[in-house]
Every structure is written in structure tokens, then in C-alpha cells.
């Protein structure tokens, strides 16, 4: 399996009040192409310190991120920014948009400030992908709607189909379903599992049971290093779900969750 990503030796130290905290300690991984890694752990095990750290939106203190073979730890801010622009895609549990756009213009508008985004023709071709994305997670008939009009399920799989506008290879999602009812969590772990099998690997950080056992690998974080990893294999059977679970809550409590 090609590897997406290699995370090597990565370290990150925050200094606050003098005191130095070790929050991730020489943590390694490769992220395979295809991949839908679930990140768990106790609070304050460096979770999402992790994907922060890896997805280039902080810095690590040492250790090395290769991302498709380059190494882009040394990558300056604005090198940094178009990977995630391209490359990345970014989901997080409180959903940022804007409040005087609509939901479909809120899903264009970093697109067309990127560089693939200038022309009239590449932004008729975003305005078509947009379209296309929200037709396929069932939320076309909102495209006009201002974000206060809709639903928090409706408005994070807004949030997904502004994170897949530019085709990521990779896609980072910290607790994307922690403020979403539990029939609404549902439905964005559905279309994860779509867009995962349509190629996107995807990266999740998260504490519920019921989400990690829809990811195909789940890695267990804690004392800002993994401590063990637990392969799940593809989920494709809704059927399958409360067995997935019950083996994933075991394999969690000898861990001591
Ligand atoms: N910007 C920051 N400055 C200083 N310390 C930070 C910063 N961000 C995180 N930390 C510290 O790093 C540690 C790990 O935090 P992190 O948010 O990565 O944990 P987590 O496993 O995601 O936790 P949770 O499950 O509660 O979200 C915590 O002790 C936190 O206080």
C-alpha cells in the first residue's frame, strides 16, 4: 500500500509559565493511501495536538513529516498553507462559517481565494464540484439557506463538502460529529466512509466508540505517544456495527479507557 504520509519521531513541548509540557513524544506512523484511521485516548493525550502538528497548522518542536514522499517539515508558512489549501482537507466540531454568506458560498469562498480559484473558468468548474458535492451529501436544497437556517448535521456536512472542494488527498477531522445528535453522527460517518472509499484517506480524531468502529484502524493515544493501534478492516455493513463496537470497547478497556 503507498504511504501518504510518514510521521517520524514527532515531538511537540508547549511552555507555559515556565513550566515545559511534553505533549507528543517521538509519536510514529504512516498514514496509507486509502487509509480511515480513528485517533483515541484520554483527554489530554495529545490527540488533536497530533493533527495539528502533522497537518502542518502548528509546528512540531522535532521529528519529521514526510507528505506523497516530501519532506515538508521545514516547509516556511506560506509553503505550509498551499499544502493544506491542495493537498488537505479540515473538518472540526465547532463548524467555522460565515455568517452573512450562504451555505453554498461559504463552501466556495476559500476555493476561489486559492490559487486554482482565479479565472472565470476554474471558478465555473469549483461552482460545479461544489454543486456536484452537496447533490451527493443531500444538502443541495439548502445551498442558498444562511447558516442559521439549518441543522447542525446539515451545516457539517456543509463543512465536508467545503473541506473535499479542492479533491484533498488527506482528510483531518478533529471530533467532527461531537456537537451532532446521534442519527446526524450517523449520516457523517456514512459519507466519511464514502468518500474514504472513493479515495480519500482519512484522519479522525475522536472519543466516541460508535464512530472509531465505522474507521478501518484505530490508534490509541496516550501520554502524547500511541500506545497501541487496533485494525478494524473496512466497515461496509451497517449490520456489523454493534459487533464492531463491542470488540473495539474491549480491546479500549484493556488499555484502560
Ligand atoms: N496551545 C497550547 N498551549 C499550551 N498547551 C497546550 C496547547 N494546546 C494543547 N495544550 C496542552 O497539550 C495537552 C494535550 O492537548 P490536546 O488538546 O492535544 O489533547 P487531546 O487528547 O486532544 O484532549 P481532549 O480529548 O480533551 O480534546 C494538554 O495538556 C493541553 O493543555
Not at 479515495?199 to 490508534?219: R, S
Request: charged share 25%; aromatic share 6%; with cysteine.
Amino acid at each position: 500500500m503507498d504511504t501518504v504520509m510518514k510521521v517520524k519521531n514527532i515531538c511537540k513541548t508547549y511552555i507555559t509559565n515556565k513550566t515545559q509540557n511534553n505533549v507528543l513524544t517521538n509519536v510514529n506512523f504512516d498514514l496509507n493511501n486509502g487509509e480511515f484511521i480513528a485517533v483515541m485516548g484520554p483527554s489530554g493525550s495529545g490527540k488533536s495536538t497530533l493533527l495539528y502538528t502533522i497537518s502542518g497548522m502548528d509546528r512540531m518542536t522535532a521529528g519529521k513529516v514526510e507528505f506523497s514522499g516530501r519532506d515538508v517539515s521545514n516547509f516556511k508558512d506560506n509553503e505550509l498553507a498551499d499544502l493544506r489549501l491542495n493537498d488537505m482537507g479540515f473538518v472540526f466540531q465547532q463548524m467555522h462559517m460565515l455568517r452573512n454568506l450562504s451555505i453554498l458560498d461559504n463552501i466556495l469562498v476559500s476555493a476561489y481565494n486559492s490559487k486554482n480559484g482565479r479565472t472565470k473558468e476554474q471558478r465555473k468548474k469549483i461552482k460545479e464540484t461544489a454543486i456536484a458535492l452537496m447533490k451527493k451529501l443531500d444538502i443541495i436544497d439548502i445551498a442558498d439557506h444562511d447558516i442559521t437556517e439549518v441543522s447542525g448535521g446539515e451545516l457539517q456536512r456543509a463543512c465536508i463538502c467545503r473541506a473535499l472542494i479542492n479533491n484533498p488527498k488527506v482528510l483531518f477531522a478533529d471530533e467532527p460529529t461531537g456537537a451532532l445528535n446521534s442519527k446526524s453522527a450517523k449520516e457523517v460517518m456514512r459519507q466519511f466512509n464514502q468518500i474514504n472509499q472513493l479515495g480519500t484517506t482519512i484522519l479522525l480524531v475522536t472519543h466516541d466508540v460508535k464512530v472509531a468502529a465505522k474507521t478501518n484502524k484505530v490508534l490509541y493515544m496516550e501520554d502524547g505517544n500511541i500506545q497501541g493501534e487496533y485494525e478494524l478492516g473496512r466497515f461496509t455493513d451497517e449490520s456489523t456495527s454493534k459487533e464492531r463496537e463491542r470488540m473495539l470497547t474491549s480491546w479500549l478497556m484493556d488499555r484502560g479507557w
